[in-house]
C-alpha cells in the first residue's frame, strides 16, 4: 500500500514543479573580475547585482574558458572547445570561422520545448555564412553586435559597421550607446512575453569590456573616488551594467513573469590585464590560472529551493546547457556525446556537484607566435596541473614569473600593447622571434612531452591552495605523486586523442 501512496504523492509534487516551464535570463558580463561586484569590492556601486546574489545562489567554483569565443562555444553546445577547433583565443573579425554546425545549440533544444528564444547583445561565434547567424543556431530574434569588440557608440568594429537586427545590418544606430539600445530591447521583449509561453533571453552584454566607454551618468558614482581613470571608466561600465540588469529585473515583476524565471549571471572569462581584478586569484583573461576561468556568478529565482548561501560545487561552462534543458522538462540524449552535466540537484537544491574533474583547456596550436592563451590544464575535486605554457599573465608581476626574470624579454616586453602583453604578438621583429622561440621552448610542451608525461608542469592543491602558490609537482609526498599520475593520465587518455597528430 505505502509505495504507491509513495509514487503518486511524488509525482503529485513533481507535477506541481514541472507543470510549468520556466524562462531563462542568462547574462553574461564580458571581461568581468571575480572581484567587480559591489559585494566583494565596496569601491563599487552594483546595488541590483549584489542584491540579486544575495538573495539568490553564488557560485564560488563556477568556471568558464579563458577567452569570448570558447566560452560562449561551450555555454550554447554543451562542449569543451578544444573537441572542435573552438580552444583558441577568439574568432577574429572577418574571419572564415564559426562554431561548428553539426552541433546542436541551446535554443535550439529550447525551442523544441516551446520556448521562445531571444539574444541580444554580442554573438562573437562567427557570421562568415548564413547558417553561422544567430537567427540560424535556434535564436527567433538578435539584436546586437556580431564582433567580439567594438566601439559602443559608433558600432565600428575592425574597420566595419557591427550592428544588426535579426540577419539585417541596422545604420540607424551608429552615435547611440550600446548601453541603452540593450536596454530598451531588453525591456522590450521582456514586455512582449506571456505566462502562456517560456523564455529563453540571451543577453551577452558588451560592458564592461574595453574600449572603456562608460556613460557619464554612471561615472558620477566614482567622482569623488581616489580611483586612476581607467578604474573610473570600467567602474563606470559596470554600473552600466547593474542598470541594464535591473531594467530585465523591473520588467520581469512588472510583467508578473520574475516568480517564473531563472535569472542566471556570469562573468564570460577573467578580467583583462591591467584593468579589473580577479582578486584573491592568480593570473587574467586569456590564461589558465584560476583567475582567467573562474566565474563572478550567481543564479537568483524565486523557484530555487535553497538560496542565500554560497555554493562551492564544482560546475564547468559546459553544464550550464544540459540543466536549462533539464529546467525546462527536457533532456540531451546521451548520444550527442555533450561534456556538460546535468546540475540540476546542485543549482535548485544545494546537493553535491555531480562533477569530479574538469578540464580547463587543451589547446597545442600556438597563435600570435605563443600558445597565447596556455596550453593545458586539468582538474580533479582537488588537485590541479598545469602543464605548458599557462598565459602570459600569471597576476603576480607583469607576466609568467619565469619569463619576467630574463632580461631579454624584460626588453621585448616593454614594445608590447596592452592587448600584445595579453595575448602575444602576430609577429615580432626577427631577433625578438629568435629570443621568443627560446625562451618559450622552455615552457612550452610538445605532443611528445604529453605522451611521455614530460616538461614543465605544475600540480597545485586548491583547496589548500587556492590561490596556486605552491608547486607540488616535486612534492616527496605519495599522495601529491599520485595525484600528478592521475591528472596526467587524464589528459593522455581519452582527452589525448584529440591533439594534433
Ligand atoms: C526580428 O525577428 C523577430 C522574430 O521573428 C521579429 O519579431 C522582429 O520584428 C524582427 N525584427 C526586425 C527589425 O525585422
Ligand atoms: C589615492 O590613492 C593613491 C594610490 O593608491 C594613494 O597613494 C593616495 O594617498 C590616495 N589619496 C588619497 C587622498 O586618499
Ligand atoms: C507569480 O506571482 C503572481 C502574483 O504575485 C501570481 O499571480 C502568480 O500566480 C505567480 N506565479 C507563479 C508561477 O507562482
New binding site residues.
Given amino acids: 500500500m505505502k509505495l504507491p501512496i509513495l509514487i503518486a504523492l511524488v509525482g503529485f509534487f513533481q507535477g506541481i514543479h514541472t507543470s510549468k516551464q520556466p524562462n531563462f535570463v542568462w547574462i553574461f558580463a564580458d571581461d568581468l573580475g571575480y572581484h567587480d561586484i559591489g559585494l566583494r569590492n565596496p569601491d563599487l556601486h552594483t546595488p541590483t547585482l549584489d542584491k540579486l546574489a544575495t538573495k539568490g545562489v553564488q557560485f564560488k567554483n563556477n568556471y568558464v574558458m579563458h577567452a569570448c569565443s570558447p566560452s560562449r562555444h561551450s555555454f550554447m553546445s554543451g562542449r569543451y572547445p578544444f573537441t572542435s577547433q573552438m580552444q583558441k583565443d577568439v574568432i577574429f573579425p572577418v574571419s572564415p570561422d564559426c562554431s561548428p554546425l553539426k552541433l546542436k545549440f541551446l535554443p535550439e533544444y529550447l525551442k523544441e520545448l516551446g520556448y521562445g528564444t ?1 539574444a541580444v547583445g554580442k554573438w562573437h561565434l562567427g557570421y562568415c555564412r548564413e547558417d553561422c547567424m544567430p ?1 540560424s543556431r535556434g535564436f ?4 546586437g553586435t556580431l564582433d567580439g569588440e567594438g566601439d559602443y557608440l559608433t558600432h565600428m568594429s575592425a574597420g566595419f559597421y557591427d550592428w544588426h ?2 540577419g ?1 545590418v ?1 545604420r540607424s544606430k551608429s552615435g547611440q550607446h550600446s548601453q541603452d539600445l540593450h536596454t530598451a530591447a531588453l525591456a522590450d521583449i521582456i514586455e512582449r512575453q506571456t505566462e502562456e509561453k517560456p523564455f529563453f533571453l540571451y543577453f551577452a552584454a558588451q560592458n564592461p569590456h574595453t574600449p572603456l566607454q562608460a556613460k557619464k551618468k554612471d561615472m558620477k558614482k566614482y567622482k569623488n573616488q581616489n580611483l586612476s581613470d581607467t578604474l573610473k571608466k570600467y567602474y563606470g561600465l559596470i554600473t552600466g551594467l547593474d542598470g541594464m540588469v535591473k531594467t530585465i529585473k523591473d520588467t520581469l515583476e512588472k510583467k508578473n513573469l520574475l516568480n517564473n524565471t531563472y535569472i542566471i549571471f556570469l562573468a564570460d572569462n577573467g578580467a583583462d590585464v591591467g584593468i579589473g581584478s580577479n582578486e584573491p586569484f592568480r593570473g587574467t583573461k586569456s590564461t589558465l590560472w584560476e583567475g582567467g576561468v573562474k566565474s563572478l556568478s550567481f543564479i537568483y529565482s524565486p523557484l530555487l529551493k535553497k538560496t542565500g548561501y554560497e555554493n562551492d560545487g564544482l560546475i564547468h561552462i559546459t553544464d550550464w546547457m544540459p540543466t536549462l534543458v533539464s529546467l525546462a522538462g527536457g533532456s540531451v540524449p546521451e548520444s550527442e556525446g555533450i561534456d556538460g552535466i546535468n546540475q540540476v540537484a546542485m543549482v535548485t537544491d544545494a546537493r553535491k556537484s555531480e562533477r569530479k574533474d574538469m578540464v580547463y583547456n587543451l589547446d597545442m596550436e600556438s597563435q600570435f607566435g605563443l600558445p597565447s592563451s596556455g596550453q593545458i590544464a586539468v582538474r580533479d575535486e582537488r588537485y590541479k596541473l598545469l602543464w605548458g605554457f599557462p598565459g602570459q599573465n600569471d597576476g603576480y608581476g607583469l607576466t609568467t614569473t619565469y619569463l619576467a626574470k630574463v632580461e631579454e624579454f624584460k626588453v621585448i616586453y616593454k614594445s608590447l600593447t596592452t592587448r600584445e602583453k595579453r595575448a602575444g604578438r602576430f609577429t615580432y621583429p626577427e631577433d625578438d622571434q629568435k629570443v621568443m622561440n627560446r625562451l618559450l621552448a622552455e615552457l612550452t610542451v610538445s605532443v611528445d612531452d604529453i605522451e611521455r608525461g614530460t616538461g614543465f608542469m605544475r600540480l597545485f592543491d586548491l583547496i589548500k591552495d587556492p590561490y596556486e602558490t605552491y608547486d607540488l609537482s616535486t612534492s616527496d609526498e605519495p599522495e601529491h605523486q599520485e595525484a600528478l599520475h592521475k591528472l596526467i593520465t587524464f589528459v593522455q587518455t581519452p582527452v589525448g586523442h584529440y591533439l594534433p597528430g
Avoid: V
Fill in positions: 531571444h537567427t527567433d530574434s538578435f539584436y537586427t535579426n539585417t541596422d
